[in-house]
């Protein structure tokens, strides 16, 4: 993370997640990372705890639920106290599926569902969208920033040759189209600040684990390995590609 500056604040939100706890992890183990806050809706859980205990008040665990706008907001009234300026938010969380199978990637027609899509924009469109809101004051000043949420190659609509997954898909096109927006304004308003789309590749998380018998032996990355990869993409944004979207190696998703 060499454009890291001195003492960066880096944010995480959905640290408690494969990749999320994974990104929060090797911004902790940096030596430029000043700190992390690391958002979810338990941070009271075992990993993020075992993480707290080794690196002290650089981790600082902050309750948030991106689902809910008030949750959201609070979260951010903390941060904004404590730490004025952040340096870096990646958007780590995301939803394809519920623990117990009621909402579910759509396979044909018949099975698009009002709670599917509410679900799946709720949490991959809104929040997102939510949060820059928020984070907006915080990211922009006059050092570089960079706004970074995860995306999904199958939320690309040139790239759609097989169809299904409907309320993910679109709303992960939401999403993308939600970060494009953002970028245009801090082209305006906040000229350090870099916004991104990426796609983390197919990752070893509760989210792929239903669909990983599909996955080509030796294609599921480690989420360990993802976000090593997503953070030098990130690590390698200038202001030139806010705006953009593009995959863990470094490769542009077309929209
Ligand atoms: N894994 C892949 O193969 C893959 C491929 C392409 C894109 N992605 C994208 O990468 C991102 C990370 O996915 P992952 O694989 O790391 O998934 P994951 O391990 O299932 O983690 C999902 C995270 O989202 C959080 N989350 C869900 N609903 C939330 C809510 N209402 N409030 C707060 N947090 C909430 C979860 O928090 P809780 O612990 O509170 O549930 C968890 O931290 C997602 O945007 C996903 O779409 C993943």
């Not at 959201?72 to 780590?92: M, R, W």
């Not at 009002?114 to 799946?120: I, Q, S, V, Y």
Request: glycine share 8%.
């Amino acid at each position: 993370m060499n454009t890291l500056d001195e003492n960066a604040v880096a944010m995480i939100i959905g640290a408690s997640g494969g990749i999320g706890l994974a990104l929060t992890q090797r911004l902790l183990d940096h030596s430029r990372t000043g700190c992390v806050w690391a958002a979810c809706r338990r941070p009271d859980n075992a990993a993020l705890a075992a993480l707290a205990q080794r690196h002290g008040d650089r981790l600082r665990l902050i309750a948030m639920d991106v689902g809910d706008s008030d949750s959201i907001a609070e979260a951010f009234a903390v941060v904004e106290s404590k730490t004025p300026q952040l340096h870096l938010l990646i958007n780590a969380f995301g939803f394809l599926h519920d623990a117990d199978a009621q909402i579910w990637p759509e396979k044909r027609i018949e099975d698009i569902s009002a709670e599917g899509l509410e679900a799946n924009f709720r949490i991959n469109a809104m929040a997102p969208a939510l949060i820059a809101r928020q984070a907006f004051p915080l990211l922009n000043h006059r050092q570089r920033a960079v706004f970074a949420s995860l995306s999904a190659r199958v939320g690309s609509i040139s790239d759609n040759r097989l169809g299904g997954w409907y309320a993910y898909r679109a709303s992960k096109a939401a999403q993308n189209m939600l970060t494009r927006s953002l970028a245009v304004e801090a082209g305006r308003r906040a000229k350090r600040l870099i916004c991104l789309a990426l796609h983390p590749g197919t990752t070893d998380s509760a989210l792929s684990a239903p669909f990983q018998s599909r996955v080509p032996q030796g294609k599921l990355f480690t989420p360990d390995f993802a976000a090593s990869q997503l953070l030098a993409r990130i690590d390698n944004a200038g202001i030139e590609d806010s705006g953009q979207f593009y995959a863990w190696d470094g490769e542009p998703i077309p929209w």
